[in-house]
């Protein structure tokens, strides 16, 4: 679901399986444009090293980048524990104990963190969305509901881990989705991408 913008510069945030057709051949299609967008190569690896910087806890490096990729104003109020605080909330599943059920709760905090922002201290009252991220909780929410009916149950840290190229899947799926990455000659989500 995040794959686009991990492999290619492509931002899909609708990524539902009615906007995809699966040809004989085993290419896919996606058939919906409207919440498509082309990043650019700074754009696109600066918002991957921003979610990166908070897993890893780089609250100061977290700010700092979403000051660069526009998220937040240079004189906002948003502290870097603030800003880290809220991205744990968005990432949780990656936070907690490993493997990882999806419930509801997953739904919730989502809407939570990104949708509800009725509290007058809640962080995206500080925070300035660049317009090229506007559907970016559509990805969110879609992986969060979807992954909640399913009662699905994974390593999501792991999954994320090989998505961004430092480490080694170890899923079946992860493991044919990195052979399929090698074979086509595409860098992983914390590559350098050679096109704009």
């Known amino acids: 679901m995040a794959g686009s913008f991990r492999h290619a510069n492509l931002f899909q945030a609708d990524p539902h399986p009615g906007n995809y057709r699966f040809g004989p051949d085993g ?19 600066k918002f991957v090293a921003m979610a990166r910087a908070a897993v890893e806890g780089h609250k100061h490096e977290l700010r700092d980048l979403m000051v660069q990729t526009g998220f937040l104003a240079s004189d906002s109020t948003l502290t870097a524990e603030e800003a880290y605080e809220w991205w744990a ?56 509901t979807l992954f909640a009916a399913l009662h699905a149950t994974l390593d999501a840290r792991s999954i994320y881990d090989d998505l961004h190229g430092i480490a080694e899947p170890v899923t079946p799926l992860g493991k044919q989705h990195h052979a399929w990455v090698r074979r086509r000659g595409l860098p992983l989500g914390l590559d350098a991408h050679d096109h704009p």
């Open 27 to 45: 290419r896919v299609g996606l058939v919906d444009f409207g919440c498509v967008k082309i990043l650019s190569e700074r754009q696109r690896h």
């Open 89 to 144: 909330g968005i990432l949780y599943e990656l936070f907690a104990p490993q493997p990882f059920t999806y419930t509801q709760d997953a739904s919730r905090r989502a809407i939570r963190g990104m949708v509800d922002v009725r509290a007058a201290d809640h962080p995206v009252r500080r925070l300035s969305m660049p317009e090229d991220f506007a559907f970016f909780p559509r990805l969110s929410f879609g992986m969060s």
